[in-house]
């Protein structure tokens, strides 16, 4: 399959209470909200491009920009950082007029989902997280760097010279895929280029927090009713599978699938497989439905 992604499609802009919110959408059928990863100049399309066509094929695909994240509103956040996301992607939910949907999610946006999940149960059907790190423990204590790899790796690509075409690649290299060989130009400069934005490049020089306080989620793990699956990379280069196990297990309703060859991006690096595994567990009947 190829694995270069397309040009983005054209989306739209959705107020959401103070926010604006970019929003591209494909395909009918079951409402399915793509939450894109934290890394810079990540986007919705940029993590969920070449994947979510092959979901689209019987679902309603919902693909959002995070809020500071490519063309939607880039202002700071305040207050727990987690509860904010997840009380505003419910609103965007109200401005799509979608009730109730799955979420596939990768690293941060999974994080979100998993709070969206504890707090706003109603909204979510299922959840599939990939890569996320909602608690700073666990059996691989201490986490790399301190559970702060992403955010040092954020740093390190912002700081001295500024961001440049190869210290993106040489981030995604590193964290994110496993078989760089494989890895297309094309995600490359998608990301690099975004990475450029005036706004995101000004809240990556603030020293403040402007993405808000950070939230451990035990106590809202334990909330977490709707079937989750944690579908993990064999070679994870954040948090490998031991962790996502222990999240399965705090978690009500839990399972773990464990992908080979591939890191933090399974979506990007093996698309077929991750579509396929990840719909499988989609049209596993539920009591709710």
Same mark, same amino acid.
């Not at 397309?6 to 103070?18: C, F, H, I, K, Q």
């Not at 990863?37 to 810079?40: A, T």
């Not at 202002?75 to 207050?79: D, Y």
């Not at 010279?161 to 895929?177: D, F, H, S, V, Y």
């Given at each position: 399959m190829?694995?270069?992604? @397309? #040009?983005? /499609?054209? !989306?739209?802009?959705?107020?959401?209470?103070? $926010?604006?919110?970019?929003?591209?959408?494909m *395909?009918?059928?079951?409402?399915?909200?793509?939450?894109h990863?934290?890394?810079?100049g990540?986007?919705a399309?940029?993590?969920?491009?070449?994947v979510?066509?092959?979901?689209?094929?019987h679902?309603?695909?919902?693909?959002?920009?995070?809020?500071?994240?490519?063309?939607?509103?880039k202002?700071?956040?305040?207050?727990p950082?987690?509860?904010?996301?997840?009380?505003?992607?419910a609103g965007?939910?109200d401005?799509?007029?979608i009730?109730?949907?799955?979420?596939?999610?990768?690293?941060?946006?999974?994080?979100?989902?998993?709070c969206?999940a504890?707090?706003?149960?109603?909204r979510?059907?299922s959840?599939?997280?990939?890569?996320?790190?909602?608690?700073?423990?666990?059996?691989? @204590? #201490?986490? /790399?760097? !301190?559970?702060?790899?992403?955010?040092?790796? $954020?740093?390190?690509?912002?700081?001295g010279? *500024?961001?440049?075409?190869?210290?993106?690649?040489?981030?995604?290299?590193?964290?994110?895929?496993h078989?760089?060989d494989?890895?297309?130009r094309?995600?490359?400069?998608?990301?690099?280029r975004?990475s450029?934005?005036?706004?995101?490049?000004?809240?990556?020089?603030?020293?403040?927090?402007?993405?808000?306080?950070?939230?451990?989620?035990?106590?809202?793990l334990a909330q977490v009713?709707?079937?989750?699956?944690?579908?993990?990379?064999?070679?994870?280069?954040?948090?490998?599978?031991?962790?996502?196990?222990?999240?399965?297990?705090?978690?009500?309703?839990?399972?773990l699938?464990?992908?080979?060859?591939?890191?933090?991006?399974?979506q990007?690096?093996?698309?077929?497989?991750?579509?396929?595994?990840?719909r499988?567990?989609l049209?596993?009947?539920?009591?709710?439905?």
């Open positions: 190829q694995l270069a992604p @397309a #040009p983005a /499609p054209g !989306g739209r802009l959705l107020p959401v209470d103070s $926010r604006t919110y970019h929003v591209t959408e *395909g009918e059928g079951p409402p399915t909200v793509f939450l990863g934290g890394g810079p990540c986007t399309w940029s993590d969920f491009g070449v979510a066509p092959l979901f689209a094929r679902r309603r695909c919902v693909l959002p920009d995070l809020l500071q994240y490519g063309r939607s509103d202002a700071p956040i305040f207050g950082m987690w509860t904010f996301h997840a009380c505003s992607i965007l939910l401005a799509l007029s009730q109730r949907a799955d979420f596939v999610c990768n690293s941060w946006g999974g994080t979100i989902a998993l969206l504890a707090q706003y149960p109603d979510v059907r959840l599939t997280i990939t890569g996320s790190m909602p608690v700073f423990y666990g059996p691989l @204590a #201490p986490l /790399p760097e !301190g559970g702060r790899r992403g955010r040092n790796a $954020r740093d390190i690509y912002y700081g010279e *500024g961001p440049t075409l190869e210290k993106m690649r040489q981030l995604i290299a590193r964290l994110e895929w078989n760089v494989l890895l297309p094309e995600t490359v400069e998608m990301r690099y975004q450029l934005d005036p706004d995101e490049m000004a809240l990556a020089a603030r020293s403040d927090s402007p993405r808000g306080e950070w939230q451990d989620l035990t106590a809202e009713k709707c079937p989750t699956l944690f579908c993990w990379g064999m070679n994870d280069a954040f948090l490998q599978p031991d962790y996502a196990l222990m999240l399965s297990r705090m978690v009500q309703r839990g399972q699938h464990i992908l080979d060859a591939c890191s933090h991006h399974l990007e690096e093996r698309p077929e497989h991750y579509y396929l595994i990840v499988s567990f049209d596993q009947p539920d009591g709710q439905d």
